[in-house]
Every structure is written in structure tokens, then in C-alpha cells.
């Protein structure tokens, strides 16, 4: 019973740590533009590590922290809504989509998850991610979600290489 309180000290203590990372490196993406997308993506990677090393309850912990953080105290609300509305927790999220086991029935559903995820961030904040949308994008949506759901996979297949990595290392500390 002490070993599972200890855990549950360290993944709640770690999800805080990590949440702060997050919260950096979103603070970052407001205050340079040009990294806005990819510093967004590395603020979940925080997340993400924190379910690898204390479960997957941490994970969850430190992407809901760092996205209330996010909404509350960021300068861009487009940033923090970004995160916490993908990539801040589709990494988690991904982690529980690959036990299922299925290769078919777990591409569909990831890439259910960004289109869902995309229909949202199109035609409800809009407004406040892309006010000034190019007309060539509101007329080609097919154009937007196939290009979207190229990068995506790109996107998942480099997270997936960066999560064996991190694995790798992991058990490389724990073994010394």
C-alpha cells in the first residue's frame, strides 16, 4: 500500500513538472509565430512522457493542467486551445489507441480522432485560429482534409519513432 501511494505521489508530482514544461513551451509558440505549430507539438511530448514513465493517469494530469494553465494565462487562447484540443492530448490519447492491437481499426480510429479534431478547429474556432483564411482554402475543404490527414500520418509515424526512442532510453536508466 505505501509502494502504490509513493507511485501515485510521483505521477502526480511529475504530471505537475511536466505540465510546466508544456506551459513553456506554449508560452513560447505565443511569443514566436513562425514556431507556433511545432512548439505546440512539443509542449504535448510532455505529456506524452509523463504517461510513458508514471502511467497513464499522469499523462492526462500534466496535458489538463498544462491546457487550464494554457487557457488561463496565455497571451494567444488560439495556442492553448490547440493544445488541448490535439496536440497536447492526442499523444496520451494515441498510447491507449495502440493497445487495441489492430493496425486497420487503430489507423481509423487516429485518423477519426484528427478529422473530428479538424472539423472542430474549421468550423467552430475559426474565427479565432484563422480569421483571415485564404479564400483558396474555404473553397478546396477535400484539399484541407487530405492534405491535414497526409501530415497527420507523418506527424504519427515520427511520434511513434520518438516514443521507441524514449522507450529505449527509459529502460537504459532503469537498467543501471
Given at each position: 500500500m505505501?509502494?502504490a501511494n ?9 504530471g505537475g513538472?511536466?505540465s510546466a ?5 506554449l508560452?513560447l ?8 505549430l511545432?512548439l505546440t507539438?512539443a509542449?504535448?511530448l ?8 508514471a502511467?497513464r ?6 496535458w489538463a493542467?498544462?491546457a487550464?494553465l ?5 497571451p494567444d ?5 490547440l493544445f488541448?484540443a490535439f496536440?497536447?492530448l492526442y ?6 489507441i ?6 486497420s481499426?487503430?489507423?481509423g480510429?487516429k485518423?477519426s ?7 472542430l478547429f474549421?468550423?467552430?474556432?475559426q474565427e479565432?485560429?484563422?480569421p483571415?483564411?485564404?479564400d483558396?482554402?474555404?473553397?478546396n ?6 492534405g491535414?490527414?497526409?501530415v497527420?500520418i507523418?506527424y504519427?509515424?515520427g511520434l ?10 527509459l529502460n537504459?536508466v532503469?537498467?543501471?
Open positions: 505505501a509502494g509513493r507511485a501515485k505521489r510521483t505521477g502526480t508530482a511529475l513538472v511536466m514544461g508544456s506551459v513553456v513551451l508560452w509558440a505565443c511569443v514566436a509565430p513562425s514556431g507556433r511545432g507539438a509542449a504535448g510532455f505529456p506524452m512522457a509523463a504517461a510513458m514513465y502511467g493517469a499522469a499523462g492526462y494530469l500534466c493542467a498544462a487550464l494554457g487557457l488561463l494565462m496565455l487562447k488560439g495556442v492553448a486551445l488541448a496536440l497536447g499523444p496520451v490519447v494515441k498510447g491507449r495502440e493497445t487495441i492491437g489492430r493496425l481499426v487503430e489507423w480510429l485518423l480522432w484528427f478529422e473530428l479534431t479538424l472539423t474549421w468550423f467552430v474556432l479565432l485560429l484563422l483571415q483564411a485564404p483558396w482554402l474555404a473553397d475543404a477535400v484539399l484541407l482534409y487530405l491535414g490527414s497526409l497527420f507523418i504519427d509515424i511513434s519513432r520518438l516514443i521507441t526512442l524514449l522507450r529505449i532510453r537504459r532503469k537498467g543501471h
